[in-house]
């Protein structure tokens, strides 16, 4: 597979708002997280549905998602009460996990399912706003591991968790480190704790990896915020560039400033100037998993084109 163009990508739906995350199984269906304040379904016929929650916290803000087999979701509330709650089709919003050792959970960016049914939570930083902790060499995130009723802290120290999700052999969780700019993955032990960090891949000093996902081959696939890149690490550590949009004078100026001290925020968010509107997330969908699918944090649709690579099947494939 060579590098795609960007003239080649094509785009779904029309109304969508901040679908960072985006979800794809076996139906055509689409699931995406949506600023409105819950998930929308993107029919394959580009048919938009908005499941919007009902009471919800103030400035409730969903960020990542679970589906559930009964089509329900579970939502990490990126707004300043954090937390992870369930939505239902019908949009009622229950309270999954609002506090951990006593303490409500900050901001809180991303929630996944495996096959085992245990829940894998992120938060990005304790710090609230979350902008304190966007600096290089800052590392207060963690993992939260939701199983039999009960919830608690697996990693701490990292920098800045994003999307973590468990690979297809079930014994790793990999997560993306996106201010430490690397991914990292955790052998998970028989108790559900995780042993010690390893390095998958560590990127250039404008790659802040957001979204991953994985193919049938090993490989590791993550998308990048500020350069709107999409990059796979290989099983043997080889990375490839298959998607890049940004502006190299911009690029060199956003590195600059990261490594002088300062706070990435506003570095990030000049991806979104661009056309591919700040790439957050990946999934692979189509009939036969070789439709890559992308959200963004700033556009209205979802990116979409045909790969080489066959994903892996989701743990949500069949629901």
């Not at 939570?121 to 060499?137: A, D, I, Q, Y």
Request: glycine fraction near 12%; charge should be negative.
């Amino acid at each position: 597979m060579t590098a795609v163009a960007l003239d080649a990508l094509s785009f779904l739906g029309s109304s969508l708002s901040r679908p960072e995350c985006v979800l794809a199984t076996r139906s055509g269906d689409l699931f995406v997280s949506d600023s409105r304040g819950g998930v929308s379904i993107v029919n394959p016929d580009g048919r938009e549905i908005l499941v919007k929650a009902r009471k919800a916290p103030e400035g409730f803000l969903p960020n990542g998602i679970a589906l559930l087999d009964d089509r329900s979701f579970l939502i990490a509330n990126l707004g300043p009460t954090g937390g992870v709650y369930h939505l239902a089709q019908d949009g009622t919003l229950t309270p999954r996990l609002v506090e951990i050792d006593g303490k409500p959970l900050p901001p809180t960016n991303f929630v996944g399912l495996d096959r085992r049914g245990r829940i894998w939570v992120t938060v990005s930083t304790w710090l609230n706003p979350r902008e304190r902790s966007m600096f290089k060499g800052h590392a207060d995130g963690f993992i939260v591991l939701i199983e039999g009723g009960g919830a608690r802290i697996v990693a701490e120290g990292l920098g800045f968790t994003n999307e973590a999700i468990v690979d297809p052999t079930g014994e790793w969780l990999y997560v993306n480190e996106t201010m430490a700019q690397r991914t990292s993955r955790f052998p998970i032990l028989a108790d559900g704790a995780l042993g010690a960090k390893e390095l998958v891949a560590a990127y250039g000093p404008t790659t802040f990896p957001d979204g991953l996902a994985f193919d049938d081959a090993g490989g590791v696939w993550i998308v990048s915020v500020a350069s709107n890149r999409l990059i796979r690490t290989a099983p043997d550590g080889t990375q490839t560039t298959f998607i890049e949009d940004a502006d190299p004078e911009v690029l060199a100026d956003v590195a600059a400033q990261f490594d002088a001290g300062a706070c990435a925020r506003p570095l990030i968010d000049s991806g979104g100037k661009r056309r591919l509107g700040n790439l957050a997330s990946l999934a692979f969908g189509g009939e036969d998993l070789q439709t890559i699918y992308l959200g963004t944090l700033f556009l209205n649709e979802i990116i979409h084109f045909r790969s080489s690579f066959r994903g892996a099947k989701p743990v949500h494939w069949e629901f």
